[in-house]
């Protein structure tokens, strides 16, 4: 069997358990992101050295399987229990995220990405979590089902994601500050 089936050449694909929409549908949108979120956290893991990150990064990218799922599903969770985004996965990331934000000397303030490679790959994967983030959130304001996890795993999820640049560059003895002497301003949220 091929993967050119060619069902989508007319501008359409199926969703999970059955239906065809445009491939402009916001739920398509949406899923898509999140699978676009995958292949960028894998580059930054291809790139990475620390084996920690990697490790923890290539569990999420097999999660994100699970959060792509359940926004592909138009119907609802009771239907479809292997969709399923939880508290739990939730739990587990604000878990590492306190871990990793707890190490001494990490960065708490703005950074400037790229004076490390593997953690500016991190930080193209944060702002697509981000906008993956804004597309489940405009498929939901616009009437669609979708799970109210997905949104929290996201959200966590992306600040990971700026985390483990922030690590990277901790390891590698990177100052990756956006202000200095010459550039001050304001504090505001780290990972936007």
């Known amino acids: 069997m091929s993967i050119a089936t060619k069902h989508g050449d007319a501008g359409e694909t199926g969703l999970i358990g059955g239906g065809r929409v445009s491939k402009a549908d916001l739920r398509v949108e949406a899923y898509g992101t999140i699978d676009e979120l995958g292949s960028a956290m894998g580059f930054a893991r291809a790139v990475c050295e620390d084996e920690e990150v990697r490790e923890l990064s290539k569990a999420i990218q097999r999660e994100l399987f699970v959060v792509s799922g359940a926004v592909a599903n138009p119907s609802s969770e009771e239907a479809s229990p292997n969709t399923y985004v939880t508290p739990a996965m939730v739990e587990a990331l604000t878990a590492h995220v306190h871990r990793v934000e707890a190490t001494e000397h990490i ?86």
């Open 107 to 192: 960065l708490s303030d703005w950074s400037l990405p790229g004076d490390h490679a593997a953690a500016a790959a991190y930080d193209v994967a944060r702002t697509v979590c981000r906008r993956a983030e804004r597309c489940v959130v405009r498929l939901a304001d616009a009437g669609a089902e979708v799970s109210p996890h997905v949104v929290p795993y996201l959200n966590r999820l992306s600040d990971l994601l700026w985390l483990f640049g922030r690590l990277l560059e901790l390891r590698a003895g990177v100052n990756s500050r956006l202000r200095d002497e010459d550039h001050r301003g304001p504090r505001w949220s780290r990972a936007w």
